[in-house]
């Protein structure tokens, strides 16, 4: 029997794009050397029953059924630096984008109109901020405001891979990607425009960042408003990917919504 000629042809396709999205990924700059994989110390009872509490906390802030929490709780450091720096939170975000991936070839079918569209989030999802809770015990000190300017000001926020392969099949695969960040558009814009570009994000629709008119409003209302926009301008929200659930909720949600981890801090 004669295989359908355009199954074969989208069959190609992909793997053209796969191979080109391997390719990119290796040419763009490395992780920071701060990212190197931690190799967990053995665990004693005692500390196994503490990771075992602390996995339960990360459980609940994952879940959103832990919130509005200000810092990562002093006993859960060890507990988090292991989580972050020792393998399992890489294998849990290829496992979520796993998830976004199969979502994207088996149920939707991109049209020709240009009206297809994804929704990420970059700090955390995009680019990562690893290095930086890393000098802030990985989110058991408070958020320092100033200390973070500084940090993005930097431009030097790697990218997280398994995003950076997901950003670049959406545009492949013919999707409008919105990038959209509670980054203040005055201070930042030039520095994330160059980090993103830096770090192999090319092709994106639009970088969306917070203008005067939206500061001081929460991120829930924000990226409503935005993602309200963009529907009135007609395109057809498919997903959105953030760490944060304040980018996941509110109004105009889209079709489906995917949570990145983060067990460092917490944004309403």
């Known amino acids: ?9 989208r069959a190609m396709v992909q793997r053209v794009v796969n191979v080109l999205i391997s390719l990119l990924i290796t040419i763009f700059p490395k992780a920071s050397t701060c990212l190197k994989p ?24 994952e879940s959103n059924n832990v919130r509005g929490w ?13 989580y972050m720096m020792g393998g399992q939170y890489e294998r849990d ?18 049209q020709e109109d240009g009206m297809d569209a994804f929704i990420l989030d970059i700090d955390d999802t995009c680019l990562s901020n690893i ?44 999707f409008k990607v919105f990038l959209l960040t509670g980054r203040d558009a005055i201070t930042f814009r030039q520095v994330t425009l160059d ?18 008119s939206h500061q001081g409003k929460s991120a829930i209302i924000y990226k409503s408003e935005i993602r309200k ?15 944060q659930w304040g980018d996941l909720q509110g109004e105009y949600l889209g079709n489906r919504a ?5 067990p460092m801090y917490f944004v309403s």
């Not at 029997?1 to 042809?9: A, R, Y």
């Open 1 to 9: 029997m004669l295989k359908n000629p355009k199954h074969m042809i």
């Open 38 to 61: 931690l190799i967990p110390n053995q665990e004693s009872s005692s500390s196994s029953s503490n990771n075992s509490l602390c996995l339960s906390w990360r459980l609940g802030v």
């Open 70 to 82: 200000r810092t990562v709780p002093a006993g859960c450091l060890d507990y988090i630096e292991n």
């Open 93 to 110: 975000l290829e496992f979520i984008v796993d998830q976004i991936s199969s979502y994207v070839d088996q149920e939707i079918v991109v």
């Open 131 to 174: 290095c930086y809770y890393k000098t802030k015990r990985f989110g058991c000190d408070p958020f320092d405001r100033v200390a973070f300017k500084a940090w993005a000001l930097r431009g030097r926020c790697p990218a997280i891979p398994a995003v950076l392969g997901l950003f670049l099949k959406l545009v492949a695969n013919g």
């Open 195 to 212: 980090n993103l570009h830096n770090q192999g994000f090319i092709g994106y629709e639009r970088l969306i960042m917070r203008p005067l």
């Open 229 to 243: 926009q963009l529907m009135g301008e007609g395109y057809r929200i498919w997903g959105n990917v953030g760490d």
């Open 258 to 262: 995917f949570k990145i981890p983060n």
